[in-house]
């Protein structure tokens, strides 16, 4: 098993450009999540998902939206790149609200 | 809105010894969780730990959880070199379809052989 993947794994970006994260996870989990993660911070969730075809905010939405058209996929999408998401993200999948996450190993994101 | 904070920031102890960070919370919580970062990686899950237990251990870990202080300590004995990481732990918030896992920022361990 696979467990969480992401690709990219890096990518560079101007100001203003568009871009898709993709998140694939083969462990049959309902729920997947996106993170951020910045220099000296937690995780911080971006949007969520609690099953195929659902989606929902986190702590730091603006900017990103996401779909769940597949149960293992997870999308995060940047419609206008800007510097300020600059910053490596996470994608993970739980079993259950309450249940441990796993991560995929991250996509190291610059914006120019 | 941080929920979780660890303390302290940095930890660098020699190999052998063992290591004690502690993560403090604001508001009741169902569980908590710890988490290990290698440096460029995911995080890997270490233990969750539910507001009815007190104590938990797994191989070298053992963690606590005091719910009256609304803190909780991960131990890590006899380090290694490999136990090199972040740590982070993240406490549940909010109920229903707006569940969240809030996640602190970490304690850096470093272990010198």
């Known amino acids: 098993n696979a467990g969480v993947t992401q690709t990219p794994k890096f990518r560079v970006l101007k100001t203003g450009q568009s871009m898709t994260l993709l998140c694939a996870q083969d462990?049959?989990?309902?729920?997947m999540y996106w993170y951020r993660q910045d220099p000296g911070m937690g995780l911080r969730l971006i949007h969520y998902?609690?099953?195929?075809?659902?989606?929902a905010k986190g702590e730091v939405p603006d900017g990103y939206n996401v779909s769940r058209l597949k149960k293992q996929n997870f999308l995060l999408g940047l419609e206008s790149a800007a510097p300020s998401q600059t910053s490596v993200y996470f994608c993970?999948?739980?079993?259950?609200?309450?249940?441990?996450?796993?991560f995929g190993p991250g996509t190291r994101l610059t914006v120019l | 809105s941080q929920q979780g904070e660890e303390d302290p920031q940095a930890l660098s102890i020699q190999e052998g010894e063992n290591a004690t960070m502690n993560c403090s919370y604001k508001?009741?919580?169902?569980?908590l969780q710890w988490y290990r970062q290698n440096s460029g990686r995911g995080l890997v899950h270490l233990i969750l730990?539910?507001?009815n237990e007190r104590e938990k251990h797994s191989g070298r870990l053992r963690v606590t959880l005091d719910t009256s202080k609304k803190s909780s300590s991960l131990l890590i004995t006899a380090s290694r070199a490999a136990d090199t990481a972040s740590y982070f732990c993240?406490?549940?918030?909010?109920?229903?379809?707006?569940?969240?896992?809030?996640w602190g920022a970490g304690t850096k361990l470093i272990i010198k052989p």
């Open positions: 993970a999948s739980s079993y259950s609200i309450q249940n441990e996450q796993f």
């Open positions: 462990m049959n989990h309902e729920y």
């Open positions: 998902s609690v099953g195929e075809g659902t989606t």
């Open positions: 508001t009741s919580i169902n569980n």
């Open positions: 730990i539910r507001s």
């Open positions: 993240a406490t549940d918030w909010g109920m229903d379809s707006n569940y969240q896992l809030i």
